[in-house]
Nanobody, 131 residues
Framework: QLQLVESGGGLVQPGGSLRLSCTAS????????IGWFRQAPGKEREGVAC????????NHADSVKGRFTISRDNAKNTVYLQMNSLKPDDTAIYYC??????????????WGLGMDPYDYWGQGTQVTVSS
């Protein structure tokens, strides 16, 4: 059974940092592009960052650019989301998702950040930014 598991969420003060991890059971992540998404209460799920299978190409949403960084360690079967300079608006449940087909890379700012390419989803991890 293919399963994604997120970890690393928690409560952090504004300006703080967290690193989320996405691991897989039942398959190896290096065959999949990975995206991180988040959903705040009352809001739609939005794409935060994505990374190609090789890890050579990434994309980040404008709202997190310069603060969040997606990376992957295929040897550890793990994808990370390093989150720095956290703001209360970053409070949400964070999900990772895996896409079997290669992401379509374009000049558009939001390539890879829509939900359509992704086939498998984790259960999410809560991130709360509050003083």
């Amino acid at each position: 059974q293919l399963q994604l598991v997120e970890s690393g969420g928690g409560l952090v003060q504004p300006g703080g940092s967290l690193r989320l991890s996405c691991t897989a059971s039942g398959f190896t992540l290096d065959n999949y592009a990975i995206g991180w998404f988040r959903q705040a209460p009352g809001k739609e799920r939005e794409g935060v960052a994505c990374i190609t299978r090789s890890g050579r190409i990434t994309n980040h949403a404008d709202s997190v650019k310069g603060r969040f960084t997606i990376s992957r360690d295929n040897a550890k079967n793990t994808v990370y989301l390093q989150m720095n300079s956290l703001k209360p608006d970053d409070t949400a449940i964070y999900y990772c998702a895996a896409a079997q087909k290669p992401l379509i890379i374009s000049t558009g700012r939001r390539w890879g950040l829509g939900m359509d390419p992704y086939d498998y989803w984790g259960q999410g991890t809560q991130v709360t930014v509050s003083s």
